[in-house]
T-cell receptor, first 113, second 113 residues
Framework: EPEVTQTPSHQVTQMGQEVILRCVPI?????FYWYRQILGQKVEFLVS????????KSEIFDDQFSVERPDGSNFTLKIRSTKLEDSAMYFC???????????FGSGTRLTVV | KQEVTQIPAALSVPEGENLVLNCSFT??????LQWFRQDPGKGLTSLLL?????REQTSGRLNASLDKSSGRSTLYIAASQPGDSATYLC????????????FGTGTSLTVIP
């Protein structure tokens, strides 16, 4: 069964550093998403991406965050200057069409120290 | 804003028991609803997807129902097994434009051998 692949599985970074989280969505999917889950809390929406542009973003997704689909297969989330409160599990998801639901990756655990 | 609540927050049952997990949402104008399973520290595995026009979906020992007008969905697990122990999340999508899912708070299920 097709999978969404995320790398790395765990990343530790110092506060103020830039991080890039990588995702390879399912190849024929058109909609891409990033979510995050702070330990013990709900899964929260960050951003959705369709047709090479952001279609929706949450209040969390401020100027420190950006997304890119650089080469037609990867989908990346960049955090420019990490803060302690950015520590969370970050999930990438993709969808072929809105009615087909999401497929999630296994996540990247980001720890900011 | 859509609020999604799951009751109970935690549930412990003996192996073999049938059980029901509940999900409620405040805005009944949903497009679809998806149930996920999350193992500790892991990603989200899709279990069942229900479109707004459907009343229920079944997969093996799992059955999910949807009552849009009352803002409720249930996940029924038959003949529970220790391997079913996980957190179960429901998520609702509001539109056919592929935008965000709103996640519930989750139910942590423990099946005791």
């Amino acid at each position: 069964e097709p999978e969404v692949t995320q790398t790395p599985s765990h990343q530790v970074t110092q506060m103020g550093q830039e991080v890039i989280l990588r995702c390879v969505p399912i190849s024929n999917h058109l909609y891409f998403y990033w979510y995050r889950q702070i330990l013990g809390q709900k899964v929260e929406f960050l951003v959705s991406f369709y047709n090479n542009e952001i279609s929706e973003k949450s209040e969390i997704f401020d100027d420190q965050f950006s997304v890119e689909r650089p080469d037609g297969s990867n989908f990346t989330l960049k955090i420019r200057s990490t803060k302690l409160e950015d520590s969370a599990m970050y999930f990438c998801a993709s969808s072929g069409r809105p009615s087909s639901g999401y497929t999630f990756g296994s996540g990247t655990r980001l720890t900011v120290v | 804003k859509q609020e999604v609540t799951q009751i109970p927050a935690a549930l412990s049952v003996p192996e073999g028991e049938n059980l029901v997990l509940n999900c409620s949402f405040t805005d009944s104008a949903i497009y679809n609803l998806q149930w996920f399973r999350q193992d500790p520290g892991k990603g989200l595995t899709s279990l069942l997807l229900i479109q707004s026009s459907q009343r229920e979906q079944t997969s093996g020992r799992l059955n999910a129902s949807l009552d849009k007008s009352s803002g409720r969905s249930t996940l029924y697990i038959a003949a529970s097994q220790p391997g079913d122990s996980a957190t179960y999340l429901c998520a609702v999508g509001l539109s056919n434009t592929g935008n965000q899912f709103y996640f519930g708070t989750g139910t942590s299920l423990t099946v005791i051998p």
